[in-house]
Every structure is written in structure tokens, then in C-alpha cells.
């Protein structure tokens, strides 16, 4: 048997070995157990907190379209004088492979301001870190489940996150979702954010009852049931006299 972490690796396996849909059975993951027992602190950040991006510095990331929002929401914003002048982005994360355009922009961004990059942070300072924001930017390319979009929910903090694949799964109806291609859809929606507190509240509320719903005990309880499936044939198996490749 192949165990996924997602509906939308399964998909994924299943178009790429047709021949093992049969074998392929998905246990989704739980939401991070080092969230779940933190107190959260109460309603969204008011308007001008700073965006938060948690993740690996590449590529699949896509961390340069979410730059390219960030200039274009300080530039309409302050224009419209809707938020102070300063950092409009947290950036917390390793630096991870092919990323010398994205580095290059981040830290030009850095220096004019708009951008401050922390690095890798432990779970304390990115609990701060998820509190404080006003929303988590999440529209990655791709994603095998998404862990930081249900880590964000657990803390209270809206999300933005891309319209397919896992991360549309894990999200469901308590995120805005994008193009994730788009950066003028990604800076849309972060501007409806700062435009709208009630939306804001409600994705928080929404967010926090779905990050509940991803549970590790079920998680186990799935993959202890198809092990048992499993001994049944192999048992199966032995009393008929046959021998069975698992």
C-alpha cells in the first residue's frame, strides 16, 4: 500500500502509476501539535501589522510573486495613506536552493523598508511572529499538505494561500485563496484584508475550528486500519497456501 499525505498527492500518484490506484490510500496529516496547546491571544492584529511568509527561500515557494505583491500593497497604501510607512512583510525561513533572484529582491526590499527577514526562528518566536501578523502568505506552487497554513489557523491568523492542490484542500473555506501566479491577485487580497476587519475576524474564527479538524489521532487510526487490512490478506493469504507480495 502508498500512504499520502493529501487528496491531491493521491491525484498526483494516481496520474503518474495508474497502474497502483488501487494501492493508494490517503491518512491526511494533523495539524502540528506544538500549536495546538498555545493560548490564542484574541482577535486578529489591527490594520498595518505586518504580512508573514513561513517557509524555505525557493523556488516552489513563490517567494518573488508575493514580493512583487508587497510592493504593489506599500505603494497603493501609502499613496492612499492607509498604513504607517515600514516593514509591510516578516519573512521567516532557511534560505533554500536556486534562490539568488529571490535573495537579490528580498534584500533590496529589506534595505527600502518593506521587508524584514529573519531567517530560521524557533517555534517561540514564530508563535509571536503568527500572532502578530495580519495575515500568513501562503500561495506556494506547490505543496504536498501545507503544515503553516493550519499552524496560522491554530494561532488565529487569516490566510492567504493558492486556489489548487493541497493547499485548497487544507484550507477549504477558511482562507482566501489565489492565483498563486498572480501577483496582482495576491496583493488583492492582502488589500481586502487591511480593507475589511470583519472578513479578517471571520477567516480567524473559521481558521481556528478548522485547524482543530486536522487531528494526528486520526491520522494514526487510518494508518492502523489499513495495517490491519493488510495482516487480514496476508492472513488470508496463509490459509489458502498462497504466498502474497504486500
Not at 19 to 37: A, C, E, K, Q, Y
Not at 73 to 97: D, F
Not at 125 to 138: E, H
Request: hydrophobic letters at 40%; charged letters at 20%.
Amino acid at each position: 500500500m502508498i500512504l499520502t499525505n493529501s487528496e491531491a498527492t493521491t491525484a498526483e500518484l494516481t496520474r503518474a502509476f495508474p497502474g497502483s490506484t488501487n494501492r493508494i490510500r490517503t491518512t491526511p496529516f494533523g495539524t502540528p501539535t506544538w500549536v495546538l496547546d498555545r493560548q490564542v491571544a484574541g482577535p486578529p492584529p489591527p490594520v498595518g501589522a505586518p504580512f508573514l511568509f513561513i517557509g524555505a527561500l525557493e523556488p516552489r515557494k513563490n517567494l518573488l510573486n508575493i514580493l512583487k505583491a508587497v510592493e504593489e500593497v506599500h505603494r497603493q497604501s501609502t499613496r492612499a495613506e492607509a498604513r504607517p510607512p515600514g516593514p509591510c512583510l516578516h519573512v521567516v525561513g532557511a534560505p533554500g536552493w536556486r534562490n539568488e533572484v529571490i535573495m537579490k529582491k528580498l534584500r533590496r526590499m529589506e534595505q527600502e523598508g518593506t521587508v524584514v527577514f529573519e531567517g530560521h526562528q524557533n517555534r517561540d518566536v514564530l508563535w509571536q511572529r503568527l500572532t502578530a501578523a495580519r495575515a500568513l502568505l501562503l500561495p506556494s506552487l506547490h505543496e504536498g499538505f501545507g503544515f503553516p497554513i493550519l499552524e496560522a489557523m491554530a494561532a488565529g491568523t487569516p490566510v492567504i494561500t493558492s486556489d489548487r492542490g493541497a493547499m485548497r484542500e487544507v484550507a477549504g473555506d477558511a482562507a482566501l485563496l489565489v492565483n498563486p501566479e498572480d501577483s496582482g491577485a495576491i496583493a488583492r487580497a492582502m488589500l481586502r484584508l487591511e480593507a475589511e476587519p470583519m472578513l479578517a475576524a471571520g477567516l480567524s474564527e473559521r481558521g481556528q475550528v478548522r485547524a482543530q479538524q486536522f487531528r494526528w489521532s486520526r491520522t494514526a487510526a487510518q494508518t492502523l486500519d489499513i495495517y490491519r487490512m493488510i495482516l487480514d490478506h496476508q492472513a488470508s493469504g496463509i490459509t489458502a497456501g498462497k504466498t502474497l507480495s504486500v
